[in-house]
């Protein structure tokens, strides 16, 4: 169990690196990000990380996520794992990471 968390971390930590540039350049405004198109739970890379709309867990939603990039009262709002999309601030997925603070 030690090992995957581990894994996990530094897929997470790896990924945000790369993602967080490119979010910087696709989402620079906030109107642009309000026109981005909402991700589908089918999508390719979102069935790979198990994103969900809804998550079972109210502890862990999208909006609590230091990844989510949207704002506070956003029904949905860009996330840097899923660059020109925007999740449900309810939403999940495997990369859920707590926001500090």
Known sequence: MRESSRRHFLTTVGISAVAVPINALLFNDVGHAQEAPKLDEGDPQAQALGYVHQSD???????GCQLYQGEA?????PCVIFPGKTVNANGWCRSWVVKPG
Request: overall charge negative; glycine content about 8%; aromatic content about 8%.
């Open 57 to 63: 867990n109210p502890e862990q939603l999208c909006k």
């Open 73 to 77: 009262d956003a029904e949905w709002g």
